[in-house]
């Protein structure tokens, strides 16, 4: 287990982390600025599945749907 600021993580966590990061499924380099314990917005995790089921799965969502929704104008533009 390692302590980062006020919690602690396991190493399988850690190592998870570190996966995701080599592989472009995050931006931050360390557990602590990635913030597991946060709460994320709609984009922020319609990102991490796509990136996921792009390093994972290798599909590519950009071809397989197509979804719209009403409120796509308060989307946050940096997370395309």
Request: charged fraction near 25%.
């Amino acid at each position: 287990m390692v302590v980062s600021g006020a919690f602690a993580y396991e190493q399988e966590f850690i190592d998870a982390h570190k996966r995701m990061y080599t592989n472009e499924m995050t931006k931050y380099a360390q557990v602590a600025d990635y913030q597991p314990e946060a709460l994320v917005t709609r984009e922020q995790a319609a990102k991490f599945f796509v990136a996921f089921d792009r390093v994972v799965m290798g599909r590519d969502m950009e071809t397989m749907m197509y979804c719209v929704y009403s409120d796509d104008t308060s989307f946050d533009a940096t997370l395309a």
